[in-house]
């Protein structure tokens, strides 16, 4: 049982290029979301999902895509990226009962953009 | 969304009780306070949860006011290993669920 997986950890790219932050989690939750945390301040919500073919805004959605297609995935699209998206990505699952249960949080993804 | 304030910074030394509060004037009805520890490099981590009243877990303690418009995390005697960050979030299970950090408490333990 992995829990939550993201890959890649480290990722540089150039303003413009494009790329996809992948998440997986082996727990069956419903619930996925992606949060970047900046030096300093705390995690601030992009996108979630509350299931496979559901995804919403968060507070700062823009210059990101999410798909969710299937229960385990939930990857994350920069299209266009830019220095302003220099940060470290978290994603995250919970269960979806009446209760609201803990996320469960990957080792995060840091990106550099140049 | 229910807005969250903490203190940014707290300061304390080894063995000490350390209460952390967070104020959440527009708590709803089905929203529930839970607290999570993250440190440097990894993702954060659930520590408690709560709905009113108090919850205690092998942990930390989480005392909440009858109005819930604040709660309080409280770490008995606290060791240099709970150095972190820690995140208040209040949120509910009804319908989408866009679950919402505070910036969090910054918490250094001296020795």
């Known amino acids: 049982n992995a829990g939550v997986t993201q890959t890649p950890k480290f990722q540089v790219l150039k303003t413009g290029q494009s790329m996809t932050l992948q998440c997986a989690q082996d727990?069956?939750?419903?619930?996925m979301s992606w949060y970047r945390q900046d030096p300093g301040m705390g995690l601030r919500l992009i996108h979630y999902?509350?299931?496979?073919?559901?995804?919403d805004q968060g507070e700062v959605p823009n210059g990101y895509n999410v798909s969710r297609s299937t229960t385990e995935d939930f990857p994350l699209r920069l299209l266009s990226a830019a220095p302003s998206q220099t940060s470290v990505y978290f994603c995250?699952?919970?269960?979806?009962?009446?209760?609201?249960?803990?996320?469960?949080f990957g080792n995060g993804t840091r990106l550099t953009v140049t | 969304l229910a807005k969250t304030t903490q203190p940014i910074s707290m300061d304390s030394y080894e063995g000490q009780e350390v209460n952390i509060t967070c104020s959440h004037n527009?708590?709803?009805?089905?929203?529930?306070i839970t607290w999570y520890q993250q440190f440097p490099s990894q993702g954060p981590r659930f520590i408690i949860q709560?709905?009113?009243t108090k919850v205690t877990n092998e942990v930390a303690s989480l005392f909440i006011p009858a109005d819930r418009k604040s709660s309080t995390l409280s770490l008995p005697r606290v060791s240099l290993s709970d150095t972190a960050v820690y995140y208040c979030?209040?949120?509910?299970?009804?319908?989408?669920?866009?679950?919402?950090f505070g910036s969090g408490t910054r918490l250094q333990v001296q020795p």
């Open positions: 979030l209040v949120g509910s299970d009804t319908g989408r669920r866009a679950l919402t």
């Open positions: 527009n708590i709803a009805t089905n929203d529930y």
């Open positions: 999902s509350v299931g496979a073919g559901i995804t």
């Open positions: 995250a699952s919970s269960s979806g009962t009446g209760v609201l249960l803990p996320l469960h």
């Open positions: 727990m069956n939750h419903e619930y």
């Open positions: 709560g709905y009113k």
